[in-house]
């Protein structure tokens, strides 16, 4: 509660804002980042939201409004710099003066890694997503100011950061935002056409490639693989395929579900998802990667066959 | 309100109870009666679950612990029944002889199509689910008597009928009923592994089948075909398949996505969804089928080939 009101006060006392936040934008980052960034400008502060990074297209609902500055277009004296959804100070977007020059660092976040590297910190892993926490920070500011346009931003967050409430990181509270959301009338529809109705055509063709290699080994395992060729037929990028390793998990009696990812002829990135009691984490660090209990990786230099050999092998001793 | 105060009473000043609902069981009829069903039995109430059909297996959690009677099995006088999530007194899954041989019939129901066929009726069809209007009738009764049992089987009817939050029957309160079902320790992580997580192997291999008969025409209009042969290699039923048309929806760019299922060698099942703009029902209602604006479907006697010509050469009057 303590650190909250500082960092209200903080806000208050001050008119000039740069927020920046992580590279690899997603829903949270740009929903809590643009979200605040409005009700900022409701408040007549002097606010920019600095991101030096390709920002996504699904996302284009969310950013089409407004400026997203680049670091050198910035011309701001006596800034705070607030960042948002970001555990570690190096991984924040914007150059390395703004980064150093500021008045203040406001460190708002909801990654238990964060190592409270601000000036003035919150930090509340158990926060569904960042967007939850600016929903309570705006609403203790003033509960009139999120309106349709700020709801819009904050409900994308929490979802992609929730999985629209399918993840065990959904609070009641999470639940209550988004009531109050609805209420504002914001886009949801909208939102989840962007969002979840919006595969690249691609993705779907890989899909199906890559759907044509299940197996199923023991009845408690599912791989699937996705070889070099499939990325070079079907013109995708490596790193827009990693959902596809849920199909494999998500088959009636799967326990383990593993994907193989074949990056070079040479090399195999292996994802790892369990669905009740195998603990990924610690089949994937044995191989050098590591993870969560229930969703881990790792990366192999060997060809497909020899990779899937050994991990399969591995996989057996924990079913 | 009115309404749910005179079905309160009825159910207070009452003994007996048969509770039933439509045929082909889902998530939303088999939570309501169920959850119903255990507050009733809070109640010393004197409650028989009757349903004649078969059960789904991945629902299986709701009723393991309860005995769900046929209708034969059961021998009680002076009855009130208790009809949920049915629209329709024909399709309530009891024999004649329980739909005509009640005390009273209370019909509760979130369907717009239903005709108020009950002795008493709450029928609300701005409500998301029957679940939904069972979670308010037992708060109104008694706001301590939902406890986590019940919880899970309301949940269950909520998301299933929503679509996890996704369908646009998602109203604030659906999200607060979840808010206060979560605080209650419901085992959301287990309902949605039973329902999300828990596709059969062959559906997925039929999947990957389909998926790769996809193709995109004009830019706009994206189908997936579902072969005869598929059908006889994946040894599985027809009825199984229909998320398989969301694949061609949900491509960035595609306004319809029709799915072609050959349930004979010249008898095709279209279904069709749309993301904006396009009234499929229009399109559908040409061919004799029906639906709503975004998802409708017709059966054609004729080759897949000229199945598909003639709908695509329909579909692309409305691009």
């Given amino acids: 509660m303590m650190k909250m009101n500082n960092i209200i006060e903080a806000i208050m006392g001050s008119d000039n804002f740069i927020i920046t936040s992580h590279y690899s934008p ?74 150093e020059n500021y008045k203040m660092l406001i460190n708002i976040d909801h990654h238990k890694s964060n190592d409270n590297y601000g000036d003035l910190n ?78 690249p055509l691609n993705y779907v063709k890989i899909l199906g490639d890559a759907l044509n290699t299940l197996e199923v080994i023991n009845g408690k395992i599912a791989t699937i693989d996705l070889t070099y060729e499939m990325f070079k037929k079907n013109n995708i990028s490596f790193n827009n395929v990693d959902g596809v390793v849920n199909y494999a998990r998500d088959i009636q009696g799967i326990e383990v579900g593993i994907l193989f990812k074949q990056k070079d002829l040479n090399v195999v990135k292996v994802s790892f998802r369990s669905k009740s009691y195998v603990d990924v984490n610690k089949i994937a660090q044995k191989f050098g990667g590591g993870g969560h209990m229930m969703a881990s990786g790792c990366t192999i230099e060997d060809s497909l066959e020899n990779v899937k050999k050994a991990i399969i092998k591995e996989v057996l001793n924990y079913i």
Wanted: aromatic share 10%; proline share 2%; hydrophobic share 35%.
């Fill in 26 to 99: 997603d829903g949270d980052n740009l929903g809590s980042s643009i979200g605040l960034y409005y009700a900022l400008k409701k408040l007549n502060k002097n606010v920019f939201f600095v991101l030096d990074d390709v920002l996504p297209i699904n996302l284009k609902f969310l950013y089409e409004d407004i400026k997203v500055y680049k670091s050198e277009e910035v011309k701001v004296k006596d800034y705070n710099l607030i960042s948002l959804d970001c555990g570690d100070k190096d991984r924040l977007c914007c150059s390395e003066y703004l980064k």
């Fill in 122 to 199: 919150y930090v509340d892993p158990t926060a569904s997503s960042t967007c939850e926490i600016i929903y309570d920070l705006l609403m203790r500011i003033d509960n009139k100011i999120i309106d349709k346009k700020i709801g819009n931003c904050l409900y994308t967050g929490l979802i992609t950061d929730t999985g629209n409430f399918m993840y065990s990181n959904t609070n009641p509270s999470s639940f209550i935002m988004a009531s109050n959301l609805l209420k504002l009338d914001i886009d949801k529809q909208g939102i989840i056409k962007n969002i979840y109705q919006n595969n």
